[in-house]
């Protein structure tokens, strides 16, 4: 094999082309290693579906590893701003080539521009993906629901946006659920991550939200746990279970044998926040999570109601 994942990054072979069924390998690869719960739902998927959705999530993860590993060096003094807006439009214009129909050597760009073949995925998604994790860069914290919701909309929504061309669906209404779904789930992330968010310094949840439950910024990169602060949670959830709620509408409008995969996975990503209330809203030292037991349980029901789904 070319190209292997250690986890980071790609071990090339340069004396060598890499082939079809490497490149997809190698996105199947980061998938399972990075993405559990998404990796499950996808292996419900058939198998011609499978591997454009492994390469979807391997645009993103990759992309997402380059901003990280580029803020760690700033914050070092390694590399500037600059550098790091380099190194993402340098992404973007691979991406282009990709979607001219250019030759590629890479197995990420292989695997979508064979993608690209069967399923229409407009340019703009993944675009916006790479604008979406660019705003990590130089991180500014939203001072309203409505900023938080454009970067969910550019980290997550667009990847539902782009997995509904793989999945199939009959009516076009079913994007905006599914741009509901990527909501959920990103805001499901954020309410996870929040302990170690402060430990980078960083708050994700509106400012505006903050005042509404009188809670300070200060308390927040303390790590303060009072009334206040579970309130704030709460309100979080209540928020995430209701595009969770508007999400499931669509389900019933993909094509049938894709409507488990998407179930699977939207059962499993908002049962993370049934988990963050059993820990009393302690998302500062505890990180919620569901187990792979409590993952495999849920299958039952889903496929019941995926299946009776009109």
Known sequence: MNYSYNGKT????????????????????????HAKTFYLATLFLPKRQQNPIFAIYALLRT?????DMAEEKLTNGQITKEEIQRLLEGWKSRLKACYAGESVND??????????????????????????????????PFETF????????????????????????RDKQALQHAIELGIAMQLTN??????????????????????????SEEEFMKKTNNENFRNLIKFQIERARGYYRSSEKGIPMLEKRSR??????????????????KNGYDVFSK????????????????????RIAS
């Open 190 to 215: 954020i309410l996870r991550d929040v302990g170690e968010d402060v430990d980078r310094g960083r708050i994700y949840l509106p400012l505006e939200d903050l005042r509404r439950f009188n809670y």
């Open 260 to 277: 488990f995969a998407v179930g699977i996975s939207s059962i499993n990503y908002c049962n993370i926040l049934n988990a963050i209330e």
């Open 10 to 33: 790609a071990i090339k072979d340069p004396e060598k082309r890499i082939t079809l069924e490497n490149a997809y390998q190698y996105c199947r690869q980061i998938s399972q290693h």
């Open 107 to 140: 197995p990420i760009l292989m695997a979508w521009q064979d993608t690209l073949k069967s399923f229409p995925i407009p340019i703009e998604y993944p675009l916006d993906l790479m604008d979406g994790v660019a705003m990590d860069i130089v991180f500014k």
């Open 287 to 306: 990180r919620a999570y569901r187990s792979f037991y409590q993952k495999i349980r849920t299958i039952p029901f889903v496929w019941y109601k995926t």
């Open 146 to 169: 409505d900023e938080l919701y454009v970067y969910c909309y550019k980290v997550a929504s667009v990847v539902g946006l782009m997995t509904s061309e793989i999945f199939g669906y």
């Open 63 to 67: 992309v997402d590893d380059l901003v």
